[in-house]
């Protein structure tokens, strides 16, 4: 993902942070409370939570590039 910096707020607003904007949108935990889904303007994206704590959050992705396979992104927590 291209945003730097993810900030979720507990009211289900989320802002995805660029070197130069700034992007809002909205999210839901959908599932059991395993899968993350972020709303845009016209599409959704989904991701799978792996692991979450009090500093840490990785979640996987499935891509449906040419080389179809599993991303891992690790966010670790801004102090």
């Given at each position: ?7 979720f ?23 059991r ?47």
């Amino acid at each position: 993902h291209e945003a730097e910096i993810w900030e979720f707020e507990p009211n289900g607003n989320a802002i995805l942070y660029n070197k130069d904007s700034a992007e809002k949108l909205t999210w839901t935990l959908k599932g059991r409370g395993h899968i993350l889904k972020l709303n845009h303007k016209n599409s959704s994206e989904y991701y799978q939570l792996y692991h979450v704590s009090e500093d840490k959050l990785v979640v996987h992705f499935h891509t449906e590039l040419q080389a179809k396979g599993i991303v891992k992104m690790t966010f670790q927590k801004k102090i």
